[in-house]
């Protein structure tokens, strides 16, 4: 992969690689947990299977989907439990099924590439989303998403695509085992009315209801703070239980997944530099209910 380098000096591999298999990717990481743990090397497992070392990278690094067979092999030789071996199973078979992903960053590459996004962050434990332009996707109220999505499209599509970012809200709703959700957001962005007018109020009113969610916690970058790694541009860092972690980034109609460790490492430090700048989740709860009563339209 070819190595850029942002402005912000954050490096990442070249953004026309092509996106990962998230079932794969997590499966992956469950097997190598699993061998890590057993004490077993790659090398003394493929001797045991008799397969080839390079087969078992390729099935750690969720690169290749391992049968049925193989997976219950694998689970022998390393003694897993019975739960952990129908879970592997599980996702094998989801995995299996799961189409090629496009290299394309157009409209059929953006189709697998929302379609990864959303198993990676059904998946996720932690999702860290840092927003310097917009309202995070994922605490979006329908009218904002319809704003910003539905220009100069049909009704019927328009309403498809509020659905489809409405529902990924689900990774944080959901009653069991909600992902632990962090939004850094820059002050501007509560100051930038969407759609129509009292809009900007009814999403800042959507924000404080939200946060009261113990998984969720919002924390606005001041704009006294000056330049932060947040005005670089957007991104969102997907941590899981076992696996590595993963940051997607979004331009227009493009996106990308980064996963190699200097990447990511990037990435990490800079929302570990966010989180040291914003507000305090009690002080940023404030500061959203101070400019949600400013932006309430008279009766």
């Known amino acids: 992969m070819i190595a850029v380098v942002a402005d912000n000096g954050l490096a990442f591999s070249d953004m026309t690689a092509t996106p990962p298999r998230p079932r794969a990717y997590v499966l992956g990481a469950e097997l190598r947990d699993a061998r890590r743990k057993s004490g077993h090397t790659l090398r003394g497992l493929a001797s045991i299977l008799d397969v080839s070392h390079s087969v078992l990278v390729r099935w750690e690094h969720g690169d290749r989907v391992p049968s049925a067979e193989s997976i219950s092999a694998v689970c022998v030789v390393l003694g897993v439990s019975s739960t952990a071996r129908s879970r592997m199973l599980k996702l094998a078979r989801e995995a299996a099924a799961e189409p090629a992903p496009s290299q394309a960053p157009g409209a059929a590459g953006g189709v697998d590439q929302l379609a990864t996004l959303l198993e990676f962050e059904r998946t996720a434990t932690k999702i860290t989303d840092v927003a310097p332009l917009l309202m995070p996707g994922l605490l979006q109220s ?125 990435f990490r430090a800079a929302r570990d530099e966010l989180e040291r700048i914003a507000l305090s989740r009690e002080d940023s709860r404030k500061l959203i209910a101070e400019i949600a009563a400013r932006e309430q339209v008279p009766a």
């Not at 009218?143 to 659905?163: H, S």
């Not at 990774?171 to 632990?180: H, L, M, Y």
């Not at 404080?208 to 991104?235: K, M, Q, Y």
Request: no cysteine; glycine share 6%.
């Open 142 to 266: 329908a009218e904002y998403t319809r704003a910003i999505m539905a220009t100069g499209v049909p009704e019927q599509e328009a309403n498809k695509r509020v659905a489809m970012r409405q529902g990924r809200r689900d990774t944080i709703t959901r009653k069991r085992s909600p992902a632990k959700y962090t939004a850094l957001i820059l002050e501007s962005v509560l100051h930038q009315p969407i759609g129509r007018t009292g809009g900007l109020h009814d999403q800042l009113r959507f924000l404080d209801e939200i946060s009261e969610r113990d998984n969720v916690e919002l924390r606005i970058i001041p704009s006294a703070a000056g330049w932060t790694p947040a005005h670089a541009g957007p991104f969102v860092l997907l941590e899981f239980a076992k696996a590595d972690p993963v940051v997607h980034l979004e331009h227009h109609r493009s996106s990308a997944f980064l996963q190699d460790d200097d990447s990511v490492g990037a």
